[in-house]
């Protein structure tokens, strides 16, 4: 399958709901989508590992008309990636990338991710404030693609839904997902360090 332009979540400005998708970008298309993002470009510093690029988003429309009842938009991507000729020999990464808002956002914003059927994140908020943070340059390990995926084929599902009663209250963001060998956490930094410590104080006694 031939690359495809990526998505951005400008994009997605004014639309009630959508979705952009691109699966196997190309990577200067990569390269943009994970700019000023340095956890993401960190975990994907080759851009052959990422899989697909996905910009989601929903905003209620600003209508004199619009009532006081909530309305719920929806957005789904739905991704089945061959995995034979491409690298998937490390763990399942999502970089979440840039977010944006419109108005006072939402009053309940849902993120899930389903892989192979499985529910493997499911995040819902009512701050703003978290969402943001959440959505801006925040690495997922979901863990060893061998494990996750026995057939093959990579079957990967995100949605997204947002409930407001207010005109002109909107939510959009992009991310990334692929192959990625995870970053190790700061605690086993920390226990690696103090190893090597304990080893460099017993050769000075030595």
Request: net charge negative.
């Amino acid at each position: 399958m031939s690359a495809e332009a990526a998505p951005s979540p400008d994009d997605l400005i004014g639309v009630n709901a959508g979705v952009l998708a691109t699966k196997r970008p190309l990577g200067s298309d990569v390269l943009l989508a994970l700019a000023s993002n340095p956890n993401a470009s960190a975990i994907f510093a080759d851009a052959s590992n990422v899989y697909g690029l996905v910009a989601q988003g929903a905003s209620v429309s600003d209508d004199s008309s619009f009532t006081t009842n909530s309305i719920t938009l929806s957005s789904t991507a739905d991704f089945s990636i061959d995995l034979s000729d491409l690298p998937s020999d490390e763990n399942l990464i999502i970089a979440l990338l840039d977010s944006a808002a419109d108005g006072g956002g939402f009053d309940v914003l849902d993120f899930e991710v389903t892989v192979e059927g499985n529910l493997v994140v499911d995040e819902q908020f009512t701050d703003l404030a978290a969402a943001l943070a959440f959505f801006n340059d925040n690495v997922i390990d979901l863990g060893a693609l061998d494990v996750l995926v026995s057939d093959g084929i990579l079957d990967i599902v995100f949605d997204m839904d947002l409930t407001s009663n207010d005109p002109g209250d909107g939510f959009r963001y992009d991310l990334a997902f692929g192959n990625a060998i995870p970053e190790p956490s700061t605690a086993l930094l920390l226990a690696l360090g103090l190893v090597a410590l304990a080893h460099r104080r017993r050769a000075s006694r030595g």
